[in-house]
């Protein structure tokens, strides 16, 4: 049972770097999400899209873009990295309603 | 805006003893959802515990059980018997009624667990 499924799991980049983080559920949630975990400051939502076809801006979007592929997929994309988006990244989903479950972070790190 | 307030950082407990992380959030709606997640070291999330905030029956799964205070606006999560693998991150969070898209997390308290 893979639920969440985060790629890839640890990257380094150097700024000005672009990249994209990938998301895949298999468990058939409407909704996902993007959150970045950084220090002392818990989880923050980044984007997250309540059905295929839609997203929306969470509470820090700004450098960031989203894309709902499909039903199963969300991906995450940093076009031009700055070293202030070294975090931990999360995808999760959830059905609508319903708690999300989360997948096992991606840790990235801009040099 | 939506505040969740975790005052305490880091929290340690002997095995097999009780502790409680405290959870205090800020919120004028009156149909919402708290919830408790654990993070160990491996990074994953990990609901412990959730509760609706129209029920005044307090939530409990297994060694685990809050401590909910509507009026007080907080929630705490008491750990009885606590073990080696409860050493965690817990994260506190709120989200407003059940379809709301947002869920607002608290700083986190590291506990530690003392053989």
């Known amino acids: 049972n893979a639920g969440v499924t985060q790629t890839p799991k640890f990257q380094v980049l150097k700024t000005g770097q672009s990249m994209t983080l990938q998301c895949a559920q298999d468990m058939n949630h409407n909704s996902m999400y993007w959150y970045r975990q950084d220090p002392g400051m818990g989880l923050r939502l980044i984007y997250y899209s309540a059905s295929e076809g839609t997203t929306d801006k969470g509470e820090v979007p700004n450098g960031y873009n989203v894309s709902r592929l499909n039903k199963r997929e969300f991906s995450l994309r940093l076009e031009s990295a700055a070293p202030s988006q070294t975090s931990v990244y999360f995808c999760?989903?959830?059905?609508?309603?319903?708690?999300?479950?989360f997948g096992d972070g991606t840790r990235l790190s801009i040099l | 805006a939506q505040t969740v307030t975790q005052s305490q950082p880091e929290m340690s407990v002997q095995e097999a003893e009780t502790v409680t992380l405290s959870c205090t959030y800020d919120?004028?709606?009156?149909?919402?959802?708290l919830f408790w997640y654990k993070q160990p070291p491996s990074r994953q999330m990990i609901l412990v515990i959730r509760q609706e905030a129209y029920k005044q029956q307090n939530a409990t799964e297994n060694r685990f059980s809050v401590n909910f205070q509507k009026a007080a606006k907080s929630f705490s999560l008491k750990i009885s018997d606590s073990q080696l693998g409860d050493a965690a991150m817990y994260f506190c969070?709120?989200?407003?009624?059940?379809?709301?898209?947002?869920?607002?997390f608290g700083p986190g308290t590291r506990l530690s667990v003392l053989p």
């Open positions: 919120t004028s709606e009156s149909d919402y959802y």
């Open positions: 999760a989903s959830s059905p609508h309603p319903g708690t999300p479950v």
């Open positions: 969070a709120y989200r407003i009624g059940n379809y709301g898209q947002n869920f607002v």
